[in-house]
């Protein structure tokens, strides 16, 4: 369990208003090779501070799997095509993974020539 030879990953954790808007947004990534994968977990419940106020609502959540290189361009496409102003969207280092397996989000996020 180590980095692939080909660079490290991370996964990118986003919130979305509904899962249609999740299920659009990591389509496009993924065809767009900003992920390799993103799984869209269902429904959670959010309660936040905005604009002064406590508010909660309804999100689903998606982790999004890419290399480390291109998370800022995952990162940046999700919030152009995403509905809030705010959109929560972070990525977090993987530690640790199996080979084949970060070889093949390496493989499959980013240039497709890589």
Same mark, same amino acid.
Not at 14 to 27: K, L, M, Y
Not at 32 to 39: D, F, G, K, P, Q
């Given at each position: 369990m180590t980095d692939s030879p080909r660079g490290a990953i991370v996964s990118v954790y +986003?919130?979305? =208003?509904?899962?249609?808007?999740?299920?659009?947004?990591?389509?496009a990534v993924v065809e767009?090779?900003? +992920?390799?994968? =993103?799984?869209i977990l269902g429904p959670c419940r959010s309660i936040y501070r905005w604009q002064g106020q406590i508010e909660e609502a309804g999100e689903v959540v998606a982790v999004l799997k890419t290399r480390a290189e291109v998370a800022d361009a995952l990162i940046a496409r999700i919030a152009a095509l995403h509905s809030y102003d705010v959109p929560a969207i972070v990525a977090w280092p993987v530690t640790g993974a199996l080979d084949r397996y970060a070889a093949w989000v390496c493989n499959e996020s980013g240039d497709a020539t890589r």
């Open positions: +986003a919130t979305f =208003a509904d899962e249609s808007e999740a299920n659009r947004i990591a389509r767009e090779r900003l +992920a390799a994968c =993103a799984n």
